[in-house]
């Protein structure tokens, strides 16, 4: 899981590509890599993932913090 695999498939997802459309969702950079965020209530960007990588990054984050909550 890294940022430019994340940008491929939201380059490919159509539900990903809607929500670029909708007020709230914008392009931020992440180390040179542009990748569609969605602005929570409290003003922080978040990056969307597309259904492809979910279980992928739940993996990525198992892995890397352990059992954190859901």
């Known amino acids: 899981l890294n940022f430019p695999d994340i940008a491929a ?16 969702f914008a392009y931020q950079d992440y180390h040179g890599t542009q990748l569609l965020c969605r602005q929570s209530n409290d003003g922080q960007w978040k990056i969307v993932i597309p259904e492809l990588l979910i279980n992928n990054t739940v993996r990525w ?7 954190v909550g859901s």
């Open 61 to 67: 984050y198992h892995s890397i913090m352990g059992h």
């Open 9 to 24: 498939a939201q380059a490919t997802d159509p539900i990903v590509q809607n929500d670029a459309m909708m007020q709230g």
